[in-house]
């Protein structure tokens, strides 16, 4: 795997996670006030109410969220209120507020032992890193970068991580989703026969941006747009398709060798809508032999799917569905939906937080932090490939030295965005076939 690069610190940072006891509060901080990291604080805050033991064999912790820090006040106001609606005596009456890019910064400086990290993801690899030097237990929302120098920057403070023994957990829910766990181990024991094929979706309805202010600089209008520049985002592929990646990189335990696809702008256009996709297909080859057909994308009207699917020698499955067929499309296995997280369209996630608290509290060692890196370079390969058309090699795109924004240094929103538009307005956008230089 090329993603540390090879290299370790040579000293780690003299501040240490401490040991919690295990009857004590775990202090939480959110990182990134937005949907996801709001949804996320929620369900951390609530999985201490599960009726059901956790599998490590503890209680799980009570938790309290006593900072919160985000680029925009507004985005913190909101998440606030969703919070304390669902979860009013887990906030604690001093909860301290941090706004504006040096926001994370400030909290990490308190007395915080989990942070979770969900700010648009472009910010990820200098977050985690930050969080790490901290000595905070880390939820890190999927994916964990948007380039190849930001996989290898998580990577090294990931192995920092590993050594300090900070707990590390990635919002890759599909992964902990009762139905997939289950009917991912069916086909490890054989039950499809030797998988050849494979294919994953993420097709959505359109996304649409949020409308220029009066007097918004243009970084500013980025960051409330993230999902539309591949800088903040990664693009759509790497944004949301990564879940379903991660399944299938999980089911074959490995990543694949190459990639080549095909992508564009159908529907987007105008001065509003950045730089990225709105659809991607990508044929990926592993080392083994399996293909994968992977799609996303993001446009209304069409038909749109979630999931994945597993073909072999004597059957095929539908991962997402919990259901086993034979090579006569006749059902031979359904995945048990009585367990927690298991229903349709669950996240899954409120079981296994439940562990994951008992985890950091009581320091179990815990790390998924390799596997989310080589499922979100899996993703960026696949976004090179359709940039580009050309067909690449992991290798390849794992040594690129391409960074799409030196995050670091944006100090305030008076800052120059790290891409601009052009004369006419619009968003220089890579096309297949200009050349690798503006992909790897």
């Not at 941090?98 to 910064?105: C, K, N």
């Not at 499955?317 to 296995?333: E, H, K, S, T, Y």
């Amino acid at each position: 795997m090329l993603l540390a690069g090879g290299t370790m610190p040579l000293a780690l940072p003299l501040q240490m996670a401490t040991h919690l006891a295990a009857d004590s509060d775990i202090k939480l901080g959110l990182i990134g006030c937005g949907s996801r990291g709001t949804a996320v604080a929620i369900k951390v805050l609530q999985a201490h109410q599960q009726t059901s033991k956790p599998a490590v064999g503890a209680a799980c912790p009570r938790v309290r969220l006593v900072a919160v820090a985000d680029v925009f006040e507004d985005r913190i106001q909101q998440a606030m209120r969703a919070i304390r609606s669902h979860c009013r005596d887990q906030v604690a009456p001093q909860c301290q507020r941090f706004s504006g890019l040096d926001a994370y910064q400030n909290l990490l400086e308190l007395d915080v032992d989990l942070v979770i990290l969900a700010a648009p993801p472009g910010f990820r690899p200098l977050h985690f890193a930050a969080a790490v030097d901290a000595g905070k237990h880390v939820f890190v929302e999927n994916p964990i970068a948007v380039d190849a120098p930001g996989v290898r920057s998580f990577s090294a403070a990931n192995l920092i991580a590993i050594e300090r023994n900070l707990a590390v957990m990635v919002g890759l829910p599909r992964r902990q989703e009762s139905i997939c766990r289950q009917t991912v181990q069916r086909l490890k024991e054989g039950a499809i026969g030797n998988i050849y094929f494979c294919r994953a979706y993420w097709n959505q309805n359109a996304t649409w941006p949020r409308p220029r202010t009066r007097n918004q600089s243009e970084l500013e209008y980025q960051l409330r747009n993230w999902q539309f520049f591949n800088w903040l985002s990664g693009d759509c592929i790497v944004a949301q398709h990564v879940q379903n990646l991660d399944v299938i990189n999980g089911l074959l335990a490995a990543h694949p060798e190459k990639a080549q696809g095909v992508g564009g702008r159908q529907i987007r256009g105008g001065h509003d809508y950045g730089q990225n996709y709105d659809h991607h297909t990508v044929e990926f080859s592993y080392s083994n032999g399996v293909r994968l057909l992977s799609m996303c994308r993001q446009m209304s009207h069409c038909w749109n799917a979630v999931g994945e699917f597993a073909h072999g020698s004597e059957g095929w499955a539908d991962i997402n569905g919990g259901q086993i067929f034979d090579l006569n499309n006749q059902l031979v296995w359904s995945a048990d939906t009585s367990s927690p997280g298991s229903g349709a369209g669950s996240p899954g996630s409120e079981v296994g937080l439940a562990d994951w608290l008992t985890i950091a509290r009581d320091r179990v060692p815990f790390n998924i932090g390799q596997e989310a890196a080589e499922s979100t370079m899996t993703a960026i390969m696949g976004r090179m490939a359709t940039y580009s058309g050309k067909e690449l090699t992991w290798k390849q795109c794992c040594r690129s030295t391409l960074a799409l924004a030196d995050t670091a240094a944006l100090r305030s929103l008076a800052d120059p965005a790290p891409i601009l538009p052009q004369a006419d307005g619009r968003y220089e956008v890579v096309q297949p076939g200009d050349g690798l230089e503006k992909v790897l």
